[in-house]
């Protein structure tokens, strides 16, 4: 399967400890996605990566959360010290970057349980 | 409001029927995209229109848009079982903004 992947699939968690999710983009596309999804909702934006480059946050992307990209291929995405409104599915994208017209692929996503 | 807000629907209909969905947003777009999630494949995208287009076609589906209103529509010919899900509109070119989503629930 070529597709992005996300890992783990589901996270349960205690308030107040910290989690980390991982991304595998598609290998060739070099722009990468973090959103939140919550029940009923749309996918918000969380942050965007060109290759290694972090380009663009959001005003959701609290000082406890953190997410990087090392090499420009993997991302992960740590919370610290997690709320329970922080419970949400975390959904991963990746596009080719190439042109401004960017459809985006995303993973299956990894839905957080804070308790 | 958030931008690329759809008018949010619950439509059940049979199978073999049309389905038509709306989007409504306030500023000004390069594109639109519309995307489809279930719980079988996660979000989709399905097809993307630029500003400069007013109509495009993927299979089944049509979507229109009218930047002089502000909206776009998707539509979905002959529904089958497997349309059921959430479909969401989004504009932006990196930073997706999505409405809330029109829950479509096809009845064999």
Not at chain 1, 22 to 27: G, K
Not at chain 1, 104 to 112: C, D, I, K
Not at chain 2, 5 to 29: F, R, V
Request: contains cysteine.
């Amino acid at each position: 399967d070529t597709g992005v992947s996300q890992n783990p699939r589901h996270k349960i968690t205690k308030r107040g400890q910290n989690v980390t999710f991982r991304c595998d983009p598609i290998s060739e596309h070099n722009r990468l996605y973090w959103y939140r999804q919550t029940l009923g909702q749309g996918p918000e934006f969380l942050t965007y990566f060109q290759n290694e480059a972090q380009l663009e946050k959001s005003r959701l992307l609290s000082d406890r959360f953190s997410a990087e990209r090392p090499k420009g291929s993997f991302s992960t995405l740590e919370i610290q010290r997690t709320e329970q409104g922080d419970s949400a599915m975390y959904l991963c994208a990746s596009s080719p970057g190439a042109g401004h017209y960017n459809e985006q692929f995303f993973g299956p996503g990894t839905r957080l349980t804070v308790l | 409001s958030q931008q690329g807000e759809e008018d949010p629907q619950a439509l059940s209909i049979q199978e073999g029927e049309n389905a038509t969905m709306n989007c409504s947003y306030k500023t000004s777009i390069n594109n639109l995209q519309w995307y489809r999630q279930n719980s079988g494949r996660g979000l989709v995208h399905l097809i993307l229109i630029r500003s400069n287009e007013r109509e495009k076609h993927s299979g089944r589906l049509r979507v229109t848009l009218d930047t002089s209103k502000k909206s776009s529509s998707l539509l979905i010919t002959a529904s089958r079982a497997a349309d059921t899900a959430s479909y969401f509109c989004a504009r932006g070119n990196n930073r997706l903004a999505f409405g809330k989503g029109n829950q479509v629930v096809v009845i064999p």
